[in-house]
């Protein structure tokens, strides 16, 4: 599961399409191949698209990944999302309406 953002889900609707990604998937590592095992947690699902991107939480929006590579895919899609934040700025802090602007009164 994600690190980030909302992290762990734990809706019963999100623990049934894990385990149906896992399920299909054959509990294998669909980056490296690695063979995990039902209930040990050493592979996790992954929604392929994230959810914050508009990704759905259906079968096909979904892949199992070892935990190394579900960590590290967790890690760009947070590292993306700060540039993207970063690229768009924060907007201008706005004057209440019934406010007038601060006028400098020190004389400089």
Do not use: F
């Not at 929006?61 to 970063?86: M, V, Y």
């Amino acid at each position: 599961m994600s690190r980030w953002g909302s992290g762990r889900t734990s809706t019963s609707a999100h623990r049934r399409w894990a385990r149906a990604v896992l399920q299909r998937d054959e509990y294998r590592c669909q980056q490296c191949g690695y063979q995990g095992r039902a209930g040990a947690g050493d592979v996790e699902a992954d929604h392929i698209t994230p959810v914050y991107c508009g990704g759905k939480t259906i079968l096909d929006n979904g892949q199992t990944l070892c935990k190394p590579h579900h960590d590290a895919k967790s890690e760009a899609e947070r590292l993306a999302a700060l540039r993207d934040r970063h690229q768009r700025g924060r907007r201008p802090p706005e004057t209440h309406p019934g406010q007038q602007p601060r006028r400098n009164t020190l004389g400089g």
